[in-house]
C-alpha cells in the first residue's frame, strides 16, 4: 500500500476519535477565543474534523506528485470523504446545529453517487472526482467547520456564515449529484 492510500485510511481511522470526543460528554468546560464561549469538546472535535479533512489535500497531492494514483484510492479517497463527512454532519444533528432535512439530503446524494461509483466498477471503471465534487467536498468541510465552531464564527462574522456556509454546500452537492449522474447514466441503460 502506497502512502498515498495510507494517508487516505488515517483520514478513515481519525472518525471514531472525532465522533467519541463530540459525542462522549467529556466535562471539559468551555473556552473562551474571540470573546465567544465555546465547548472544549467542540473546539478539539473541530480540529481533529479539519485535521482529518486536510489529509484529503495531502494524499491528492502526493499521489499526483509522484505519479502515485492507483485504483484503490481512486476507490478509497472518495468513501474516506463520504464517511468523515456523513458521521460529522449526523454529529451535527444530534447536537442540534445542523437541520436532519438538509443532512439527508447530503448523504443520499453520497449514497447514490457510490452506487453508481459501484455500477461503474462493475464495468471495469473508476472514475476518480472531477472539479465539482472536490468544490462539493470543500463546501462541505467548510460548513461542518463553521458549524462546530460556530461560536467563534459567529464572533468574528457577526451572520450566520455556519448556516450560510451549509446552504452553499447543499447546493454544489445536488448540482455535483446532477452531474455525476448525468454524465454516468448510460450505466444503467447497459444494465439488464
Known amino acids: ?53 486536510t489529509t484529503d489535500w495531502v494524499d491528492g497531492y502526493i499521489a499526483r506528485k509522484y505519479n502515485l494514483v492507483t485504483n484503490m484510492g481512486k476507490f478509497l479517497d472518495p468513501l474516506a470523504d463520504k464517511l468523515l463527512v456523513s458521521a460529522a454532519l449526523i454529529v451535527l444533528v ?9 443532512v439527508i439530503i447530503i448523504i443520499s446524494r453520497e449514497f447514490a453517487v457510490t452506487g453508481i461509483r459501484l455500477l461503474l466498477a462493475g464495468e471495469g471503471e473508476v472514475v476518480a472526482a472531477n472539479m465539482l465534487g472536490k468544490i462539493k467536498t470543500w463546501m462541505q468541510i467548510i460548513a461542518i467547520s463553521s458549524l462546530l465552531l460556530h461560536n467563534i464564527i459567529f464572533a468574528l462574522i457577526p451572520f450566520r456564515f455556519d448556516l450560510l456556509s451549509l446552504w452553499v454546500a447543499l447546493i454544489f452537492t445536488i448540482w455535483s449529484g446532477w452531474d455525476y449522474f448525468s454524465k454516468n447514466s448510460y450505466v444503467f441503460k447497459n444494465s439488464k
Not at 444530534?94 to 438538509?102: H, K, V
Open 1 to 53: 500500500m502506497n502512502l498515498p492510500n495510507k494517508i487516505t485510511i488515517s483520514r478513515i481511522l481519525l472518525i471514531p476519535f472525532f465522533m467519541m470526543i463530540m459525542l462522549v460528554p467529556f466535562k471539559w468546560g468551555t473556552m473562551n477565543l474571540l470573546g465567544a464561549d465555546l465547548p472544549v469538546t467542540h473546539f478539539v472535535g473541530a480540529l481533529i474534523f479539519i485535521l482529518a479533512s
Open 94 to 102: 444530534e447536537l442540534g446545529f445542523a437541520p436532519s432535512w438538509i
